[in-house]
């Protein structure tokens, strides 16, 4: 376990992920360097201010360093033992996927793993991947994914946004096999991956991500009905704790960090039990009807919808995290309740 008094560096530190990530870092009592985009986009940083501790502010460090600038991580990352890289794109519409998505994920992975080489004081990385590097649709069968499956199907047209979660954590692992050969068999640090579901939970920031829109969705009155879909949930406080547990406890490879697979029709059920007056969908929509309009939809959504519509649960397994970090997740209900609620504070819904 590293020195509390030594910073644990965080890129992206003002994402939905990193910034619950730098909290419950500094209620653990460790000291944090994290990277921002910039420092004068104070409404960015409000939320990071906020959690600021008041009795010694100096344990929240921010810095600038960008993704797609070169070197960009080589200064501030002199001195910290413990590199946890969360800065990566998650818009799954754009116009120019490679540009957008794999260009940025890619060299800011590599730029990142590149500085901890040249910074002699680390001597871990902890990787935000995602299943999207394991699998980007239903298998269809009864086995479930292990650590052991990549995702083989998307490419630049197909889910780019998982196309791109599946090249960054592939360059990720590349690189630390390259680096035995330039450093006469010696790896310069050690490299831990945390590959979390679609991850919903309450919301430092203003945006909730996009792994919240099913739910978005659902409420505003999007969902005419309710859709053979799946979800593989799991709540940010629980992504956040995983990267800790995997500098504190003795950690190796990747970490599926899912729970369990909700349906549309229960993500509606446990919403109407907590809130019985919200207009929510009631009857099922025939799996048909729901493919003859996903023409009509935005490109990712149409793509979402054409991979899973009718194509069963995920069955991902966790057992890896369970046992090696003594895992117990918080229950789906709680972070669905907790997601709603932070969504009407945050404006994105609206109370009935």
Known sequence: MPSTSTPIYVTGASGFIATELV????????????TVRSLKNEEKLKPL??????????????????????????????GCEIVIHTASPFVLSVKDPQRDLVDPAISGTKSVLQACTKADSVKLVVLTSSIAA????PSGIEKPFTENDWN????????????????????????MEDSKNFLEGKEPFKLVVINPGFVIG??????????????????????PGLIDLHFPFVDVRDVAKAHILAFEEKASGRYICVDQDVT??????IIREQNNK??????KLPNILVKSTICLQEASV?????????????RFENSKIVRDFGFQFIPVETSITDTVNSLVKWGHVHPH
């Open 23 to 34: 909290s419950q870092l500094l209620d653990k009592g460790y000291s944090v360097r994290g």
């Open 49 to 78: 201010r906020e959690i600021t501790p008041v009795d010694n502010p100096s344990r929240l460090e921010l810095v600038e360093a960008d993704l797609m600038v070169p070197n960009a991580f080589d200064e501030s990352i002199k």
């Open 134 to 137: 394991i699998s980007d649709a």
């Open 152 to 175: 083989h199907l998307s490419s630049l047209t197909r889910n780019p946004y998982y196309f791109s979660k599946k090249l960054a954590e592939e360059a990720a692992w590349s690189f």
């Open 202 to 223: 309450p919301s430092r920031v203003p945006s909730p991500g996009e792994s919240a829109q099913p739910i978005i969705g659902t409420l505003n009155g999007q969902f």
């Open 264 to 269: 549309h029709e229960r993500l509606v059920s």
């Open 278 to 283: 919200a207009k929510l969908p009631r009857f």
């Open 302 to 314: 149409a793509n979402f919808l054409r991979l899973n519509v009718g194509k069963g649960a995920y």
